[in-house]
Structure formats: structure tokens, C-alpha cells
């Protein structure tokens, strides 16, 4: 599943072609990717069609696209392992796996002949596992803001590193009552939301802490400094467009990212660590299994702790 650094270049995407914009029709291609949908396809159809876009917005690896008045709705994409959201031309022949077309008229509702209008442009959900699918959800007040409104499948999803209401203190606090392994802790969205497997490795590497270090001995220099890190890797994933592989994770124009290039622990088994390797050390990352994935880390910059949670 994508993490928060590619869901954002795709949030960033939309912002850019999608905002504004009416729908003028809706397709369905394959009922499966509605299946979220009260009512399914025909029901998704109708109820999407003659809306109005409006900025996007994400919490985590969570993306919705709240829909103008009347509101009280939003147009939700979980992406699954593999679902993409590309804006194309109306004539762009469909993509492989494209499951849904949703047809985008000019933002400022002029006329095709008018002489600053924008051309048509479709919203494409292309997914080949079929894991994922767009759905239309109500509006809800956040739990700890009620002036924010988010999807009632996402109220239970807690704030990201990079939400300018991120509480670092209280995740410390509750950190210290999960009683686990901390890499466990960063996966649960319920805690700490937009962190997946590659972002908690690399994160972990550079607080130079080890994924089975138990929560309850971290103290508040220490859990503040792994937060920090969580920020740092997704904004630099950010910069360069997060991190793609096998063509999946793309943004709205089909462009993958390059962080690949940039990680220094996830997928680099039986690589040199590359701190180490500026110290003049030979040490090389291991990889274990890990909650039917992996973990990736550095003995020696991650030594496994005594009480190891695993």
C-alpha cells in the first residue's frame, strides 16, 4: 500500500487538475471497485455525477476529495495495493486495468468556445489487484477538532507526522502505554498514521533505534527524535516524489518517484550501512522477517535491545 509521501504527490496532483472542477459523467467499468459504495455502481454513477470538486485532502495514506454544495459529502479513494488516480484527455486510450472514468469539466463552467476555457480532462482509477476502489462517504466532525471534517471511514485514523496538528507529546505518552515493539507502534494507523513499512525502517535507521526496541523504555528525547525522523525521511520521499515500485506507486501524470534511490535501509540486505560505511566500517544491513513482511536495520547502528519486544 502506498505511504504518506506517494498519497501526497498524488493529493498534490489532484489539487493542481482536479479542484474545481464539475463532473459531467461517471463510469464504472468494474463493479468491484465500488464495491465500498452504498448502493454500487449505479448508485456511485448518479450520485457522482453533476458534483463539483473541491480541494483534496489526505490524513496519512488516507485521500478524499470533499464534494461543493450541497456538501456533507466526499468522493474517497482507498488505493489498495495498486490502485492509481491519473488525470488523462478524454482521448487517451484507456489504461490497462482501468476500472473507473470520471469526466472533469472546465473549473470556471464556461463554454468549450469560450476563449479561456480549459479543455476536459477524466479522472482514471486504474487498479490491477482490485484491492482498492473510489466511494462517496459522509462528512463528519475530526474528534479532537470539530471545525475539521473528514470521511467517516477516516475518523478513526489518527494524525500524521506532517499535520500541523500532530501532537508529538501525547504520541510519546501513549507510546510508553502500548507495551510492544516500536516499529509495531509506528504501523498502527490508530496511533500515528501515513507510516508503512519502507518509511518506518528508514526512520528507525536514522534515530539509529532498533523495530523491537520496546515502547515503554523510550524516553522523551528519544521518542521525539524518531518522530523527527518519521517527518524528515516522508519529506525528503516528498521531494522526490516518493518512492515507486514496479511502476505502482505514480503520480496523476503516470510519473513515478525516485526515493528508491535515496533508501539507506529498506531493500538493501546485505548492503554496506552507508553511516557506517563513512566511518570506515564494514558493517552491512540484515534483514528479518517481520509480521509477514520485513525488517531491515543495522546491527550496529541498531543494536537489538536486551528486552526485545519482537
Not at 66 to 84: E, F
Not at 177 to 203: C, H, M, P, W
Not at 226 to 237: G, I
Not at 276 to 292: G, L, S, Y
Request: aromatic share 6%; glycine share 8%.
Amino acid at each position: 500500500m502506498p505511504e504518506l509521501p506517494e498519497v501526497e504527490v498524488v493529493r498534490r496532483g489532484l489539487a493542481r487538475w482536479a479542484a474545481g472542477r464539475p463532473v459531467s459523467g461517471v463510469e464504472v467499468l468494474d463493479a468491484r471497485s465500488t464495491r465500498r459504495h452504498d448502493g454500487g455502481p449505479a448508485a456511485f454513477e448518479s450520485q457522482l455525477t453533476g458534483r463539483r470538486l473541491t480541494a483534496p485532502e489526505r490524513r496519512g495514506k488516507y485521500l478524499w476529495v470533499p464534494l461543493a454544495a450541497p456538501g456533507g459529502m466526499a468522493l474517497v479513494a482507498h488505493l489498495g495495493m495498486s490502485g492509481q488516480l491519473l488525470i488523462s484527455s478524454p482521448e487517451t486510450p484507456a489504461q490497462r486495468h482501468l476500472r473507473i472514468r470520471v469526466l472533469l469539466e472546465d473549473p470556471v463552467g464556461q463554454g468549450p468556445d469560450a476563449p479561456d476555457a480549459e479543455p476536459a480532462l477524466e479522472l482514471r482509477f486504474v487498479d490491477q489487484r482490485i484491492f482498492g476502489g473510489l466511494f462517496l462517504d459522509p462528512l463528519v466532525p475530526s474528534a479532537d477538532r470539530a471545525d475539521q471534517l473528514l470521511p467517516a471511514s477516516v475518523a478513526h485514523i489518527a494524525r500524521d507526522p506532517l499535520d500541523p496538528y500532530f501532537d508529538a507529546d501525547s504520541v510519546h505518552v501513549r507510546l510508553r502505554a502500548r507495551k510492544t515493539g516500536i516499529k509495531r507502534a509506528l504501523l498502527d494507523q490508530g496511533l500515528v498514521s501515513g507510516i508503512g513499512n519502507i518509511y518506518a525502517d528508514e526512520a528507525l535507521w536514522r534515530a539509529r533505534l532498533h523495530y523491537a526496541r520496546p515502547t515503554e523504555t523510550l524516553n522523551r528525547g528519544e521518542s521525539a527524535r524518531l518522530l523527527a525522523a518519521v517527518r524528515d525521511v516522508m519529506e525528503d520521499a516528498l521531494s522526490q516524489g516518493g518512492t515507486s515500485f514496479d511502476s505502482l506507486y505514480v503520480n496523476v501524470n503516470g510519473e513515478s518517484g525516485y526515493f528508491e534511490r535515496s533508501l539507506n535501509v529498506y531493500g538493501q540486505a546485505g548492503r554496506p550501512c552507508p553511516r557506517c560505511a563513512a566511518e570506515h566500517r564494514d558493517t552491512v544491513i540484515v534483514k528479518d522477517r517481520f509480521m509477514n513482511r520485513s525488517s531491515a536495520y543495522c546491527p550496529r547502528c541498531q543494536p537489538v535491545p536486551r528486552r526485545a519486544r519482537w
